[in-house]
């Protein structure tokens, strides 16, 4: 379960949906009705569509959450939709095809923001430049919905480099075509993966896949190592740095020293589990890998104390989020 404002949101799968032709019977972690845009549809509809999809049609749907795609050449119509998103517990995605000036978007957002509403930025790569990237990151936005959608290996980065910067929390719009495609976005960082336009059979499918996955490994988004390219929360698996290697390099996008490193993961495993691992490299299992990485090491102390891959992946999940939570 992901909480975001006031979105409790099931699995980490999101279909983009018309609003006029919705999607149904995908037991899909959000519903995002698109194609309002306020200089044409009136607030109206957009309360008529929240309505048809709540209560029993909703149950029916298995949809955690819903939310709403907008757009306007003004800012009052985006105002009065976000007051509206607000009072339904809707998300409010903000799409920039008529909110091209950087300086109209950064003051809008805590406009929006005011009137209690949970905000996504809809996004793409090509509309970043690093300096609004930055600012963007530290602002009010609870999401950051990168449109990755066309960029094929480049995606993968863009979710990574969002996700080190610590900011609000990451979805992706991706062309998904198999599981693999939705874990590589997840395992760089991604805490949702949205997709439009896929089969409904395909979505439903990978839906449930991505659920059971998370359910059986403890932590359904885990990063890669970093020194296989993964993103900070990697370093929930990183040995102490005493050779030349990746991780010095996490270390200083981190802003932490080593030292700080090697004190916070001990003193964070201490009373935990991960504080032992007898017989493993560094006698602590908090400087262990993965669980999908085979070390009989490893596995043997796990064994000893009678921890489950699953416990253990939870574990690292809960050192990643504090380790990094330190350094904010």
Known sequence: MLEVGYLHIANPIAIISSHNHPETGVAAGLLLLDGFDLDDVSLQEMQESIESY????????????????????????LLEAAKLASHNLCLLDLRLSKIRDPIRLLELIPRLKRCGVTLSLRIRPEDLSNELMEKLLESELDIIHLDLRGLNGAGPKMVKKARDCRGPMVMALAD???????????????????????DPEFAQWLSSAVREYDSLSGWGNAPKHICAGGDLRGLAFCCPPVKHCAVLGALKRAGMTAEEFVNRKLALARGTPLEKGEGTCFGSL???????KMCYLREAAMQKIGLSDKEYMELKKKLAEDLLRQFS
Do not use: H, Q, Y
């Open 54 to 77: 709540s209560g029993s049609e909703r149950a029916n749907l298995k949809t955690s959450a819903l939310g709403l795609c907008t757009t306007c050449s003004r800012d009052e119509p």
């Open 176 to 198: 998904i075509g198999e599981f693999e495609d939705a874990r590589m976005l997840l395992a760089m960082g991604a805490d949702v993966v949205s997709m439009r336009g896929a």
């Open 286 to 292: 908090v400087w262990c890998c993965k669980a999908s």
